[in-house]
Protein backbone atom coordinates (compact mmCIF):
# COMPACT_ATOMS: atom_id res chain seq x y z
CA UNK A 1 0.00 0.00 0.00
CA UNK A 2 1.23 3.09 -1.23
CA UNK A 3 1.78 5.79 2.01
CA UNK A 4 2.94 9.48 1.53
CA UNK A 5 4.08 11.37 4.24
CA UNK A 6 4.77 15.13 4.51
CA UNK A 7 7.13 16.67 7.21
CA UNK A 8 8.71 19.78 7.84
CA UNK A 9 8.39 22.88 10.42
CA UNK A 10 5.17 23.78 11.69
CA UNK A 11 6.04 27.49 11.74
CA UNK A 12 7.90 30.40 9.33
CA UNK A 13 8.43 33.59 10.12
CA UNK A 14 7.71 36.18 7.19
CA UNK A 15 10.72 36.10 4.66
CA UNK A 16 11.81 32.85 5.20
CA UNK A 17 11.98 29.92 3.48
CA UNK A 18 9.20 27.12 3.93
CA UNK A 19 11.19 24.00 3.37
CA UNK A 20 8.72 20.16 3.18
CA UNK A 21 9.39 17.16 2.70
CA UNK A 22 7.79 14.13 1.27
CA UNK A 23 8.68 10.36 2.26
CA UNK A 24 7.04 7.91 -0.15
CA UNK A 25 6.78 3.94 1.06
CA UNK A 26 4.97 1.02 -0.79
CA UNK A 27 6.38 2.63 -4.07
CA UNK A 28 9.40 3.90 -5.59
CA UNK A 29 9.32 7.48 -6.38
CA UNK A 30 11.74 6.22 -9.76
CA UNK A 31 9.12 7.04 -13.27
CA UNK A 32 7.00 9.08 -11.69
CA UNK A 33 5.38 12.27 -11.13
CA UNK A 34 4.98 13.55 -7.83
CA UNK A 35 2.89 17.05 -7.18
CA UNK A 36 3.00 19.33 -4.08
CA UNK A 37 -0.83 20.91 -3.37
CA UNK A 38 -1.58 23.40 -0.58
CA UNK A 39 -4.79 24.60 0.82
CA UNK A 40 -5.43 27.70 2.63
CA UNK A 41 -7.63 27.67 5.53
CA UNK A 42 -11.18 27.34 4.77
CA UNK A 43 -9.94 27.52 1.50
CA UNK A 44 -10.12 25.46 -2.13
CA UNK A 45 -7.07 23.42 -3.35
CA UNK A 46 -3.80 25.02 -5.50
CA UNK A 47 -1.93 23.00 -7.24
CA UNK A 48 1.78 24.24 -6.54
CA UNK A 49 3.58 22.13 -8.74
CA UNK A 50 5.10 18.66 -9.39
CA UNK A 51 9.03 17.33 -10.12
CA UNK A 52 9.84 13.76 -12.37
CA UNK A 53 11.89 11.46 -10.68
CA UNK A 54 14.51 12.59 -13.23
CA UNK A 55 14.16 16.00 -11.67
CA UNK A 56 12.33 17.92 -14.12
CA UNK A 57 10.03 20.04 -12.88
CA UNK A 58 7.06 21.57 -13.60
CA UNK A 59 5.57 24.78 -11.45
CA UNK A 60 2.52 27.35 -11.07
CA UNK A 61 3.71 30.34 -12.58
CA UNK A 62 2.01 32.30 -9.47
CA UNK A 63 4.96 30.74 -7.40
CA UNK A 64 7.23 29.54 -9.85
CA UNK A 65 9.76 32.78 -8.88
CA UNK A 66 9.43 31.55 -5.20
CA UNK A 67 9.43 27.57 -5.71
CA UNK A 68 11.87 24.90 -5.93
CA UNK A 69 11.70 21.27 -5.67
CA UNK A 70 13.86 18.47 -5.34
CA UNK A 71 13.87 14.82 -5.22
CA UNK A 72 16.00 12.52 -3.59
CA UNK A 73 15.91 8.94 -4.74
CA UNK A 74 17.97 6.93 -2.36
CA UNK A 75 16.05 8.03 0.27
CA UNK A 76 12.54 7.85 -1.74
CA UNK A 77 11.57 11.51 -0.80
CA UNK A 78 11.22 14.49 -3.10
CA UNK A 79 11.35 18.22 -1.27
CA UNK A 80 9.80 21.43 -1.60
CA UNK A 81 11.37 25.07 -0.58
CA UNK A 82 9.31 27.95 -0.68
CA UNK A 83 11.15 31.22 -0.80
CA UNK A 84 10.08 34.68 0.93
CA UNK A 85 7.35 33.37 2.80
CA UNK A 86 3.96 35.75 3.88
CA UNK A 87 0.80 34.94 5.66
CA UNK A 88 -0.42 34.37 2.26
CA UNK A 89 1.45 31.11 2.21
CA UNK A 90 -0.53 29.76 5.49
CA UNK A 91 -2.29 26.43 4.07
CA UNK A 92 -1.73 23.02 4.74
CA UNK A 93 0.79 21.29 2.29
CA UNK A 94 -0.06 18.00 0.77
CA UNK A 95 2.42 15.94 -1.50
CA UNK A 96 0.76 13.71 -4.21
CA UNK A 97 1.39 11.02 -6.16
CA UNK A 98 1.12 11.63 -10.34
CA UNK A 99 -0.69 14.75 -11.92
CA UNK A 100 -4.22 12.85 -11.48
CA UNK A 101 -3.45 13.30 -7.30
CA UNK A 102 -3.89 9.46 -7.14
CA UNK A 103 -2.78 8.81 -4.01
CA UNK A 104 -1.92 11.95 -1.16
CA UNK A 105 -0.19 12.22 2.00
CA UNK A 106 -2.22 13.50 5.16
CA UNK A 107 -1.10 16.84 4.94
CA UNK A 108 0.91 19.12 6.90
CA UNK A 109 -0.01 22.66 8.72
CA UNK A 110 2.58 25.26 7.80
CA UNK A 111 1.91 28.72 9.70
CA UNK A 112 3.24 31.82 9.01
CA UNK A 113 3.76 34.22 11.58
CA UNK A 114 6.61 36.33 13.51
CA UNK B 1 -5.03 28.81 -17.24
CA UNK B 2 -7.97 26.55 -17.66
CA UNK B 3 -10.76 27.66 -15.57
CA UNK B 4 -12.86 24.82 -13.87
CA UNK B 5 -16.19 25.89 -12.98
CA UNK B 6 -18.32 23.75 -10.43
CA UNK B 7 -22.34 23.90 -9.83
CA UNK B 8 -23.41 24.54 -8.01
CA UNK B 9 -21.51 25.78 -5.01
CA UNK B 10 -23.83 23.88 -2.39
CA UNK B 11 -26.08 20.83 -2.56
CA UNK B 12 -28.44 19.31 0.23
CA UNK B 13 -29.66 16.25 -0.73
CA UNK B 14 -32.08 13.24 1.15
CA UNK B 15 -30.08 9.90 1.57
CA UNK B 16 -30.74 7.40 -0.82
CA UNK B 17 -31.67 10.30 -3.42
CA UNK B 18 -29.25 10.99 -6.33
CA UNK B 19 -26.64 14.04 -6.08
CA UNK B 20 -25.24 15.54 -9.19
CA UNK B 21 -22.12 17.88 -9.08
CA UNK B 22 -21.03 19.54 -12.70
CA UNK B 23 -17.96 20.79 -13.76
CA UNK B 24 -17.26 22.62 -16.51
CA UNK B 25 -13.68 23.60 -18.05
CA UNK B 26 -13.35 26.98 -20.17
CA UNK B 27 -11.12 25.27 -22.63
CA UNK B 28 -11.09 21.36 -23.69
CA UNK B 29 -9.38 18.69 -21.46
CA UNK B 30 -9.65 16.11 -24.12
CA UNK B 31 -6.47 14.65 -25.20
CA UNK B 32 -7.37 13.17 -29.00
CA UNK B 33 -4.51 11.22 -29.60
CA UNK B 34 -5.78 8.76 -27.03
CA UNK B 35 -8.91 10.42 -26.20
CA UNK B 36 -8.55 10.91 -22.63
CA UNK B 37 -10.47 13.39 -21.07
CA UNK B 38 -7.79 14.48 -18.05
CA UNK B 39 -10.21 14.89 -15.61
CA UNK B 40 -10.45 13.87 -12.41
CA UNK B 41 -12.95 13.82 -9.29
CA UNK B 42 -11.93 14.39 -5.47
CA UNK B 43 -13.56 13.89 -2.25
CA UNK B 44 -12.43 16.12 0.54
CA UNK B 45 -14.58 14.80 3.47
CA UNK B 46 -14.53 17.37 7.33
CA UNK B 47 -10.88 16.99 8.47
CA UNK B 48 -9.29 14.67 6.28
CA UNK B 49 -7.16 15.15 3.38
CA UNK B 50 -8.68 15.25 -0.04
CA UNK B 51 -9.13 11.88 -2.10
CA UNK B 52 -9.07 10.66 -5.36
CA UNK B 53 -12.61 9.07 -6.12
CA UNK B 54 -12.29 9.18 -10.26
CA UNK B 55 -9.64 9.64 -13.05
CA UNK B 56 -9.90 10.01 -16.50
CA UNK B 57 -13.52 11.40 -16.46
CA UNK B 58 -14.71 8.08 -15.90
CA UNK B 59 -12.34 5.66 -14.04
CA UNK B 60 -13.17 4.54 -10.57
CA UNK B 61 -10.21 4.01 -8.14
CA UNK B 62 -9.55 0.94 -7.08
CA UNK B 63 -11.88 0.77 -3.60
CA UNK B 64 -14.55 3.50 -4.76
CA UNK B 65 -18.35 2.38 -4.30
CA UNK B 66 -20.11 2.12 -7.68
CA UNK B 67 -22.66 4.22 -6.20
CA UNK B 68 -19.66 7.17 -7.53
CA UNK B 69 -19.47 7.95 -11.55
CA UNK B 70 -18.14 10.10 -13.55
CA UNK B 71 -19.22 11.38 -17.13
CA UNK B 72 -18.24 14.06 -19.61
CA UNK B 73 -15.91 14.43 -22.18
CA UNK B 74 -14.27 17.59 -23.64
CA UNK B 75 -15.28 20.73 -21.61
CA UNK B 76 -18.37 19.46 -19.50
CA UNK B 77 -18.25 16.93 -16.61
CA UNK B 78 -20.60 15.02 -14.18
CA UNK B 79 -19.81 13.78 -10.57
CA UNK B 80 -23.10 11.37 -9.92
CA UNK B 81 -23.31 9.78 -6.60
CA UNK B 82 -26.87 7.40 -7.41
CA UNK B 83 -28.02 6.94 -3.66
CA UNK B 84 -26.67 9.25 -1.47
CA UNK B 85 -25.14 7.43 2.12
CA UNK B 86 -24.38 9.60 5.24
CA UNK B 87 -20.57 9.02 4.89
CA UNK B 88 -20.85 11.32 1.65
CA UNK B 89 -20.82 14.52 3.12
CA UNK B 90 -17.91 16.27 1.97
CA UNK B 91 -16.65 19.16 -0.43
CA UNK B 92 -16.20 17.94 -3.87
CA UNK B 93 -13.45 19.06 -6.20
CA UNK B 94 -12.93 18.55 -10.03
CA UNK B 95 -9.44 19.19 -11.67
CA UNK B 96 -8.29 19.18 -14.92
CA UNK B 97 -4.46 17.26 -15.36
CA UNK B 98 -4.16 18.26 -19.44
CA UNK B 99 -2.67 21.79 -19.30
CA UNK B 100 -0.50 23.21 -16.68
CA UNK B 101 -0.92 24.66 -14.64
CA UNK B 102 -3.14 22.10 -13.25
CA UNK B 103 -6.43 23.79 -12.20
CA UNK B 104 -9.02 22.74 -9.65
CA UNK B 105 -12.96 23.82 -9.33
CA UNK B 106 -14.02 25.56 -6.56
CA UNK B 107 -15.54 22.75 -4.71
CA UNK B 108 -19.35 21.67 -4.47
CA UNK B 109 -20.05 21.26 -0.72
CA UNK B 110 -22.76 18.49 -0.53
CA UNK B 111 -24.68 17.78 2.75
CA UNK B 112 -27.99 15.39 3.91
CA UNK B 113 -31.13 17.42 3.61
Known amino acids: QVQLQESGPGLVKPSETLSLTCTVS????????WTWIRQPPGKGLEWIGY???????SYNPSLKSRVAMSVDTSKNQFSLKLSSVTAADTAVYYC????????WGKGTTVTVSS | DVVMTQSPDSLAVSLGERATINCKSN????????????LGWIQQKPGQPPKLLIS???TRESGVPDRFSGSGSGTDFTLTISSLQAEDVAIYYC?????????FGQGTKLEIK
Open chain 1, 96 to 103: ARNTYLGV
Open chain 2, 95 to 103: QQYYSRPYT
Open chain 2, 27 to 38: ESVLYSSNNRNY
Open chain 1, 26 to 33: GDSISSNY
Open chain 2, 56 to 58: WAS
Open chain 1, 51 to 57: IYSSGST
